[in-house]
């Protein structure tokens, strides 16, 4: 059987979290992405696509077998009861989705990429936990570049919890604001210490 460390990975909007799972992931961690789930849940079949239609009709696409997630979001990111609501229909949801892709990996890292990690409870799943952090000039130049409002950027902050206090609960911290081989560097650092710990019974 194989030993496993599992690494939850969070962090603010827009602070880089994909780019730091898909470098992770070249290292050979198995990467599990919570908003795919997500987003593969809002598709016909789904078992929790009918409960999200009830909520959100006038986001159904024409032909009825998927949603827009684009007005969803729009929804939610400025109606807080909305987005509880869709939050407690998705999280149990993506959370066992999540716990069983776990049980079935191979692999001896596994990282988790959540961005409401703490928020939803999500690090009950993980050994120890990664925060992406990146300074407010830095990641508001690549929202921008993004086609992001300032607005809707400052709604999406104001749905999660602050970046210091996600910081605060952390055991590993990411600064994104720096170069590409900067973080490439601390990724690196990293992955062999969770590779190293992955390899003892003892993850402290």
Wanted: charged share 30%; proline share 3%; with cysteine.
């Amino acid at each position: 059987m194989v030993q496993k460390l599992v690494i939850g990975l969070t962090g603010g909007f827009g602070v880089g979290k994909s780019s730091v799972a898909q470098r992770f992931k070249n290292f050979g961690a198995e990467v599990i992405d919570a908003d795919q789930i997500a987003h593969d849940a809002m598709k016909k079949g789904s078992p929790i696509f009918d409960p999200i239609i009830e909520l959100f009709e006038e986001a159904l696409h024409p032909g009825g077998k998927k949603m827009d997630r684009e007005k969803i979001a729009e929804i939610v990111f400025n109606d807080p009861k909305k987005r509880k609501e869709l939050e407690a229909i998705i999280h149990p949801y993506v959370y066992e989705k999540i716990k069983e892709r776990i049980g079935s990996s191979e692999r001896p890292v596994i990282l988790v990429e959540v961005p409401l990690l703490f928020e939803a409870g999500f690090e009950t799943l993980c050994d120890k936990v990664v925060v992406v952090a990146c300074n407010s000039t830095v990641k508001m130049k690549r929202l921008k570049n993004k086609k992001f409002t300032e607005q809707e950027v400052r709604a999406r902050e104001r749905a999660q919890m602050a970046e210091n206090l996600k910081a605060q609960k952390g055991n590993f911290i990411i600064d994104n604001s720096k170069s590409i081989y900067q973080t490439q560097r601390e990724i690196e650092r990293l992955w062999y210490k969770f590779v190293s710990l992955s390899k003892g019974a003892n993850k402290q």
